[in-house]
């Protein structure tokens, strides 16, 4: 039995700690459970941050702009693959995710929208 005899306040997370806790769930063979428990939050409160996460409304300072990400440039196609040169001078961006996902967008693409886009594809 517990009795609590004082007020019992909320603790205030900070960015920066609730996305760690995140990148521990997301470990592989992690329990979001054990994890949950680890740290004395609910279940509950983790899948919150996690929703939080990819609505973007969770970032930490430089984690809200823009980031690197790394470009794999392949060899030139050839001239008898090569398609027509109306396609090779359309200025258009190509984005191949690990899982085989590609996205295609014009350069006139909004950013913001393209960020949404990419966060949607993460889930």
Do not use: N
């Amino acid at each position: 039995m517990e009795i609590i005899t004082g007020v019992e306040r909320r603790r205030r997370w900070r960015d920066e700690d609730k996305l760690r806790v995140l990148a521990e769930a997301e470990q592989p063979g992690a329990r979001v459970s054990e994890v949950a428990r680890r740290h004395d939050i609910s279940r509950g409160l983790l899948w919150y941050w996690r929703r939080q996460l990819r609505q973007g409304r969770l970032a930490v300072g430089d984690m809200a702009g823009p980031v690197f990400l790394p470009v794999q440039v392949s060899d030139p196609v050839p001239p008898e693959l090569a398609a027509p040169a109306v396609a090779r001078t359309d200025p258009r961006i190509e984005i191949v995710l690990p899982d085989g996902t590609c996205v295609r967008v014009g350069a006139d693409v909004d950013a913001a929208a393209l960020r949404r886009v990419l966060a949607a594809l993460r889930r």
